[in-house]
């Protein structure tokens, strides 16, 4: 039988090889300057060449003000700071020598931001600090440093661009009720907190080429009780399909909810967040919509496919766990496919000390290289 998972598949002018795409995986590889490195540049290389259509860079932030992390990498201060740019290119080259199209993902996190001039829509106290609510001024500078982040991806020999609408960053801040209780025309109903994000989307439109996909990171239910949900987030992926978006990779959950029992259960099982993928498919059928969430075989990734629960399957810690993953889904290597281990956190532990983070199931050889190159 023909597997879907390796048939092509077409996002605007992107020609896909298969329906396999290497999720954005933050691991605190660069440097504190922000600046592509060789760790960078050898990870990137190697999810390029792993047989994945698509690589997703990890969380590019688009002014320091977004940065979650100091390692952690930037597309530019301001307008004028291209400075970022020779790094980022090198960074898609390597990603495209491998055969994948390669996209970046820009960032701002908003009130999870380590700055002590952190913004966010309203000020809400986020790991003991209260952020600065953004003035109209803030809104206008971060919609341009998106804008200039496209175009910076764009530059730098990118295929697409993704923004990330996920996890509970700047973009899911405005559209959460929970986390914008603004009374300006960025606040109140839904409609109102759909405005930053959109306009967020349109700038970086209307800053790349037609036909040059802007993507979305798209946060279907955060899993809390006062949370955004589907009610909500299927009529803002109706407005992002108008605004030009042209993919959705839909994931579930965020920062204030990645660690509550019912968020840890769910993370254990394959494909926990294909209903929303699916949910988001039957929503917006003519919509590519990549799915995401412990997506460990082959066959549950085939089957995702053939049910119409999505167009693309997302590989996030089980390629990192098994960058052979889409060799060995086709049979090129015959070795079976070394699973993430449910209940792991290791490559969680590992950022939150901002330490590179390695996977416990490589093999013993290439983790102990990897803890001599970084230095422990
Ligand atoms: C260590 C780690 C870092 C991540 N970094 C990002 C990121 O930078 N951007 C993003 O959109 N999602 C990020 N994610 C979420 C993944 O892309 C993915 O949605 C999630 O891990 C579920 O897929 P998986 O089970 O295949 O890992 C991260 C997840 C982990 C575990």
Redesign the pocket.
Known sequence: MTKLLFEPFRIDQLLLANRIVG?????AYPDPDHLVNDLVLDYYAEMGASGAAMV?V??ATVEPRGLCNPRTLLTGDDSRDDRFLPGLTQLAAAIKRGGAKAVL?I?HAGRYAKRPDRVAPSAVKTWGFVPKVMDLADIERTITAFADGARRAQRAGFDAV?L?G??GYLLSQFLAARTNSREDAYGGDLERRMRFPLEVVAAVRASVDTGFPVGY?FLADEYLPDGLTLADTIPFARKLAQTGVAYL?V?AGGYDSFSLPGYLED?RKEGF?VPFAHAIKQALPGMPVIA????QSPDTAEAVLRAGSADLV???????ADPLWPRKARGEVAEPIEP?QPGCVL??RR?IEQKP?YCARWPEERRQQFLGRVGG
Do not use: K, W
Request: glycine content about 12%; some cysteine.
């Open positions: 999720l954005p995986m933050y691991l997703v990890e969380n993902q960032h993704e990330h996920g996890t990171r990779s994931m993370d967040m995401a969430g412990r997506l997302g590989l996030g810690r089980v390629l990192f993430c490559c969680n950022i983070a």
